[in-house]
């Protein structure tokens, strides 16, 4: 199964990290976070990939053209004998890697659209380059199959930026949560789609989130996996702390892997 990341976008709000290099790029724990969230997959045995390029997409295929050498020991022959011998073997053998350039301002669903010829399969994933999760890809795609609609969408219930007051009706404060979970579920992408979804994007400026969701919850062809796990999206420079944080702890929730 094909799993499709969005790579393109510009990361406005990550400016500190994303000024010289796309936001898949940016290092968690001396990684790329696009390499933790493959890794993910990976673990799942889903391995063959297609990324969405756009800003700054050259940089990607850069990282990826020269990964042999950057993740093994090696030996060059120099000369007009040249020769490169890569010594041990990274843990990414069997990755399969399609970078697709998708257009430097092409929204999320165009994006998917410019990627179809790379789609041979009727079921194949969608997810976004900079969220961090422990989903259950199995447990997901079993879900997906259960139900038998067009798409499903990957929610999560989302912890509250602030602190929540509840006040008696004299102005007390009765209970205080300091940045509770709130009750609400929203989109954490790791979406599941059929051949349909193309159909439901008519060009480049074509949202994802828009048109072809709303159409497919319009119609009853959408499905919500609830994830009660971890769910982390690095946009700011806050968050991209905390990720560091968490992996140099040692206490990585999607790290999943050996």
């Avoid at 990341?5 to 400016?15: A, F, P």
């Avoid at 053998?93 to 410019?114: C, H």
Wanted: charged share 25%; proline share 3%; glycine share 8%.
């Amino acid at each position: 199964m094909k799993i499709v990341i969005l790579c393109g976008g510009q990361g406005t709000r990550l400016r500190e990290e994303t000024e010289y290099r796309p936001k898949p790029l940016v290092d968690v724990g001396g990684k790329p976070i696009l390499w933790h969230i493959m890794k993910l997959f990976a673990q799942y045995r889903h391995r063959d990939f297609v990324l969405c390029l756009g800003y700054r997409g050259t940089m990607i295929k850069e990282y990826f053209l020269n990964y042999e050498a950057m993740n093994s020991d090696i030996t060059i022959n120099l000369g007009r004998l040249h020769q490169i011998l890569y010594h041990g073997a990274h843990k990414e053998q069997d990755f399969r890697v399609t970078l697709a350039d998708t257009g430097l301002n092409s929204m999320t669903g165009g994006r998917v659209k410019r990627v179809q010829q790379y789609i041979e399969d009727d079921t194949f994933m969608v997810t976004y380059g900079d969220g961090l999760a422990d989903v259950n890809i199995a447990e997901l795609l079993e879900f997906h199959k259960s139900h038998g609609k067009a798409a499903t969408m990957t929610t999560v219930r989302p912890i509250s930026r602030f602190g929540l007051a509840e006040l008696d009706a004299d102005g007390s404060v009765a209970r205080f949560a300091e940045k509770p979970q709130l009750d609400s579920w929203v989109s954490a992408g790791y979406f599941v789609f059929n051949r349909r979804l193309f159909d439901l994007i008519p060009d480049d400026n074509c949202i994802l989130e828009r048109e072809p969701l709303e159409r497919l919850a319009a119609e009853g062809q959408l499905k919500a996996y609830r994830h009660h796990g971890f769910f982390y999206a690095m946009d700011t420079y806050r968050e991209y702390l905390y990720l560091n944080e968490l992996w140099n702890q040692d206490k990585a929730p999607w790290r999943i892997w050996q």
